[in-house]
């Protein structure tokens, strides 16, 4: 079965079962500088699995795409991905264990027809913050998996939470068996011989955790995860995702354009193509710093590989055709931004290749030493030079280091590495307190003006008008909302009197920190972000709007000027932007 049948069956059987198909969230979190990618379909779902009401009921279904980038330096192997698709199902305080269970297995025993004897079960041991989940157990058996393939593990199995706060709670896994032969007699879902490989993740979510320890979420949620490249290499008898059809297009050209043979290399372009790809659709574009070095590391090692199967890099643009070809019809939005797509690569591909080579030629100097010196290890200092001077992130230099026979001080490297970005952000708001003094006084006005018009959208178009994204320069402001129609004119001059009488009333702006729970709690707006801090800082404007918010913004609303929308427009599926401007 094709990945992407597996997601279409997924999305209609739990549509079938009342859930509301949502759109998957872009890559890119968008005013949450505090993650750096969408890594679980539950991220841009915290706020209603902490109690704000979704707008779509309590029954919802998406496929997320993510971007995990902890093992970057693991892809090349047989299983890690740096972007993956996630399925997801959600109950907000709707249905728990018993269904949610109940319709996991009818999903993988009929709707994908896994046999139920290739089928194991993990649940929760229970320890002092939280029982054992004998009631997961029990509702498996009753569905059909014996006793004996139900395994009961601790919070490093079968515990969920994001981080070190926020919801979480136990889960219960799904396993498939390979059918390989066992590892040994206690072989089990817990090894990682490769037996067994997990499939599903249903997340009963009935805590809160915080440095203090675990309080109870007001509703208790599910919360569901099921990778599916993994599902579809399973389904396909495949020994790894490069071997399913959403790879095999893009490594079959790389092995017809190689001229030396790296299976390694191979995987490594085809995966960070695709991510890099899919992060440049969502709007990311490489740079030293946060989500941008993410993108160039991508960028970057993959072109190192393909030099290292010694395929012209002319070829890369032949490489992206191929691989939107194949991956359209998953993701349209690879077709619209095509053009970007290739540009952005290939800029990143022209600075990269004019240090390549020179940085190609210092570390085999460095190696020279190091075996004069009968030093094993590449330092930190090395490392970072190669990153400072000719652009070779850490990955890339450990690639060639492996491949010379040596290992590389990691550690050494990230802390230099540290102190570099730390003195660099110091330079850049030196610059901005002495020169951008005056701009910096524009965009506070534009923030506070922001969360004006956000109230107004909800008192003019409804309150499911819920903001989904803004973007504030020293010339504009910029608004994402859903909204599921083009604005009238009567409704944008109505939006623009709001917002400007309640400029005209000089409405005092108020800050007040407070623990996030008693601010979720007094109905103040925030966006989705994957935690907050224990302490929020609340901005109340007049009597008109309180949102959790990191500030800063002006004392009195008198100050903003007179605001007006400059224009309205779509953004993408049900989300409406708009552009204003205070004059
Ligand atoms: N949040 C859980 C996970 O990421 C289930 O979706 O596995």
């Known amino acids: ?308 199967l010694q395929i012209n890099l002319e070829q890369l643009e032949t490489l992206i055709d191929i691989n939107i070809n194949n991956l359209k019809e998953m993701y349209p939005e690879l077709e619209k931004n095509k053009e970007i797509i290739k540009n952005v690569i290939i800029e990143e591909k022209n600075k990269f290749v004019k240090t390549l080579a020179h940085g190609e030629k210092e570390f085999e100097k460095e190696i020279k030493k190091m075996q004069e010196n009968g030093i094993t290890k590449v330092a930190g200092n090395v490392l970072f030079k190669l990153y400072d001077t000719y652009g070779f992130p850490p990955e890339v230099t450990k690639d060639l280091a492996q491949e010379a026979g040596y290992e590389v001080n990691i550690e050494e490297f990230e802390e230099l590495f540290k102190k570099h970005q730390e003195k660099s952000r110091q330079g850049s708001e030196q610059k901005f307190k002495g020169g951008l003094a005056e701009q910096n006084e524009k965009t506070i006005a534009y923030h506070t003006a922001t969360h004006l018009l956000n109230v107004a959208l909800k008192q003019v178009i409804g309150k499911d008008a819920h903001q989904r994204g803004s973007n504030i320069t020293v010339d504009r402001m910029r608004f994402d909302f859903n909204c599921d129609h083009k604005l009238t004119d009567d409704e944008k001059k109505a939006v623009e009197d709001l917002v400007n009488k309640w400029i005209q009333e000089g409405l005092e702006v108020t800050k007040q920190e407070m623990r996030k729970e008693d601010a979720l709690k007094s109905g103040a707006e925030c966006m989705f972000i994957e935690k907050y801090p224990d302490i929020v800082t609340v901005y109340t404007i007049g009597n008109i709007s309180k949102e959790l918010c990191g500030g800063p913004h002006v004392s009195n609303t008198k100050e903003l000027g007179k605001f007006k929308i400059k224009k309205e427009e779509s953004s993408s599926s049900g989300i409406r932007r708009i552009k204003a401007i205070l004059e």
């Open 1 to 308: 079965m094709k990945a992407i049948e597996i997601r279409n069956k997924y999305l209609n059987f739990f549509k079938k079962n009342g859930h509301a198909i949502i759109p998957s969230a872009p890559l890119i979190p968008e005013n949450d500088p505090s993650v750096l990618f969408t890594t679980a379909g539950m991220q841009p779902l915290v706020p209603y699995l902490l109690g704000e009401k979704h707008p779509e009921g309590t029954r919802l279904t998406d496929y997320q795409k993510c971007v995990r980038t902890n093992d970057i330096d693991e892809v090349g192997d047989n299983r890690h991905l740096t972007y993956f698709e996630m399925l997801g199902n959600w109950s907000l305080g709707d249905y728990f264990k018993e269904e949610s269970i109940a319709m996991s297995f009818e999903f993988l025993t009929k709707e994908l027809e896994i046999p139920v004897e290739k089928l194991s079960v993990t649940c929760f041991a229970g320890d002092e913050d939280c029982p054992k989940d004998t009631v997961s157990a029990n509702v498996w058996k009753k569905v059909g998996i014996p006793e004996e393939r139900i395994y009961f593990y601790g919070k490093d199995d079968n515990w969920w939470i994001a981080g070190e706060e926020g919801p979480c709670g136990p889960d219960t896994e799904m396993f498939y068996d390979t059918g390989k032969p066992p590892c040994s007699d206690n072989c089990q879902p817990s090894c990682d011989c490769g037996k067994y490989v997990e499939i599903w993740n249903n997340v009963f979510m009935e805590y809160f955790k915080e440095k203090s320890g675990y309080s109870k979420l007001t509703k208790r949620n599910v919360d569901t995860g099921l990778g599916l490249e993994r599902m579809a290499m399973l389904l396909q008898g495949k020994e790894t995702p490069y071997d399913t059809e959403i790879f095999r297009p893009i490594m079959e050209k790389l092995e017809e354009l190689q001229k030396e043979d790296y299976i390694e290399s191979r995987r490594i372009v085809a995966e960070h193509l695709r991510s890099s790809m899919m992060i440049i659709s969502d709007g990311g574009r490489p740079s030293n710093v946060d989500r941008g070095y993410v993108l160039r590391r991508l960028i970057r090692r993959m072109i190192r590989h393909l030099n290292k």
